[in-house]
């Protein structure tokens, strides 16, 4: 089976841009979450979903959004891209929603912002 | 309040030695899950383990091993003859009964194992 995968793998953006970031779960999972990975917070969940709907969302400024498309398949986008939003996005996928099962990470995407 | 706390930032040893990874954990929650990941340079997570609150004991996956403690609130991890090849973070998380696939991160620890 195929793993996580995300597009793209690294991105340079400019502040006050926005940016869109891709996530394909593995084959037959259904709940995808998203991670912010930086060195001053480390890893930090911004939000999971599960049959096109969020069932949790963390502590970030609306800037970030997500959605999941029906084919479980899901992107995250940030607004008004900001200096601090410089970081490794990182998704994983889980065939549960709504229990600790385990999740598969994918490789992440490193976003710079400039 | 949810938190994981991996006292130990960097652990640098030599190979074939016996290293422990320490995690503490708070949680309100009776019904909790706790999670280990090894992150290695080329940055994706990987799973180790999962533990429910319900299941004290401890387990053994070839070099790999886990205590968890409730009466200490710990989870800690132990790498016996340590190699090379587990130099890597190595985060310890949480996931709380209701919170779906919500998991609180430690700070990580990095190993480092020398030749």
């Known amino acids: 089976k195929a793993g996580v995968t995300q597009t793209p793998r690294y991105l340079i953006k400019t502040r006050g841009q926005q940016v869109t970031l891709s996530c394909s779960p593995i084959?037959?999972?259904?709940?995808v979450s998203w991670y912010q990975q930086t060195p001053g917070q480390g890893l930090q969940f911004l939000f999971e979903y599960f049959s096109e709907t969020q069932r949790n969302k963390g502590n970030f400024p609306g800037r970030f959004s997500g959605r999941q498309f029906s084919n479980s398949r899901s992107e995250m986008n940030v607004s008004t891209l900001e200096l601090g939003d410089s970081a490794l996005y990182l998704c994983?996928?889980?065939?549960?929603?709504?229990?600790?099962?385990?999740?598969?990470f994918g490789p992440g995407t490193r976003l710079t912002v400039t | 309040a949810q938190k994981v706390t991996q006292a130990q930032t960097e652990i640098s040893v030599v190979e074939k030695e016996d290293v422990t990874l320490d995690c503490v954990y708070e949680?309100?929650?009776?019904?909790?899950?706790l999670f280990w990941y090894k992150q290695p340079p080329s940055g994706e997570l990987v799973f180790l383990i999962r533990r429910n609150s319900f299941d004290e004991q401890n387990e053994i996956s070839g070099r790999y091993s886990w205590n968890f403690q409730k009466s200490t609130s710990s989870f800690n991890f132990t790498i016996t003859a340590s190699q090379v090849v587990d130099s890597a973070v190595y985060f310890c998380a949480l996931s709380e009964r209701n919170q779906g696939g919500k998991l609180i991160f430690g700070q990580g620890t990095e190993l480092s194992v020398k030749p």
């Open positions: 949680t309100r929650d009776t019904t909790y899950y």
């Open positions: 084959s037959g999972h259904r709940s």
């Open positions: 994983a996928s889980s065939p549960l929603a709504g229990g600790p099962g385990e999740q598969y």
